[in-house]
């Protein structure tokens, strides 16, 4: 009896040891807080490597933006460097690095949905945009009838591009449930598909749809824009959930400079960094 006993709580022992290996021995990338990113002189911020300006792009080999400039102040007030992680290839990718622990942060126009509140921490918004469509004027005209805008957008089954990993992707299969879903890999592509007629209709928020009129006033003649002012996009700092001290810090850092930009504010103030 006493040597079984003996024998299972060996197994027992080995079986926690093999657990306790495995989540840690698998685990290498942990979530730093303040402390030992103050230690290591580095704050590590996730960007994808989406080129999305004015909040994120490379200019002569150097990253350049608004949440190129948020960082380097937030590392800056922490008293350390910033360094730019980019491995990911989407929003949802940069949001990951940051679950998984390998970033400290991602400030890149990450919109704080419900989905990602279940893997990071968002900081208080820093930009509130509302959600915008950008419509091929033709198309749209041939499906609405005679109807308005409201009226069509209610019952809207027709096609919507929305950007892939991004956090439209979601927004769109909840407020436009009965619309055909296209995704494209970046904006760009989505942009020429809507103003060519390949999709009726791109949903994003009101600063990207606007942007496309600053960029290129041409295409007035082809698409138009509908603002939808009822729901709005929050955009957010994301921290690792473990990084509490860190979330404090950054939600006292922006609302003491007062950082909290609109879409006519980013507009006005990156005018020459919109292309």
């Given at each position: 009896m006493s040597s079984a006993y003996?024998?299972?709580?060996?197994?027992?022992?080995?079986g926690i040891a093999a657990l306790v290996f495995f989540f840690v021995g698998n685990n290498t990338c942990h979530a730093r807080d303040i402390a030992e990113i103050k230690t290591s002189g580095r704050l590590v911020v996730a960007i994808p490597q989406l080129r999305n300006p004015p909040f994120f792009f490379e200019e002569q080999g150097e990253l350049r933006g608004l949440d190129i400039d948020l960082s380097k102040s937030i590392a800056e007030a922490l008293g350390v460097e910033v360094v730019f992680n980019r491995e990911g290839k989407s929003f949802n990718d940069a949001v990951k690095l940051v679950a998984d622990g390998k970033a400290d942060m991602s400030a890149a126009k990450i919109s704080r949905t419900l989905v990602r509140a279940q893997t990071v921490l968002f900081s208080n918004p820093y930009i509130t945009?509302?959600?915008?469509?950008?419509?091929?004027?033709?198309?749209?005209?041939?499906?609405?009838?005679?109807?308005?805008?409201?009226?069509?957008?209610?019952?809207?089954?027709?096609?919507i591009g929305v950007i892939a990993n991004s956090s439209f992707v979601g927004y769109a299969k909840t407020y436009f449930p009965r619309a055909k879903f296209v995704e494209f890999v970046t904006w760009n592509e989505l942009v020429d598909a809507v103003t060519r007629?390949?999709?009726?209709?791109?949903?994003?928020?009101?600063?990207?749809?606007?942007?496309?009129?600053?960029?290129?006033?041409?295409?007035?003649?082809?698409?138009?824009?509908?603002?939808i002012e009822d729901v709005k996009d929050t955009i957010g700092i994301a921290v690792n959930s473990n990084s509490l001290l860190l979330l404090n810090f950054l939600n006292l850092y922006l609302e003491q400079k007062n950082i909290k930009y609109t879409s006519e504010q980013i507009l006005t103030k990156y005018e020459k960094s919109l292309n």
């Open positions: 003996s024998c299972l709580r060996s197994w027992f022992t080995l945009l509302p959600h915008a469509l950008l419509i091929n004027r033709l198309k749209f005209a041939q499906i609405a009838e005679g109807r308005s805008v409201l009226e069509v957008m209610q019952t809207y089954s027709d096609t007629g390949k999709v009726t209709a791109a949903y994003r928020d009101a600063f990207e749809v606007k942007r496309v009129f600053k960029v290129n006033p041409d295409l007035v003649l082809t698409v138009r824009s509908v603002m």
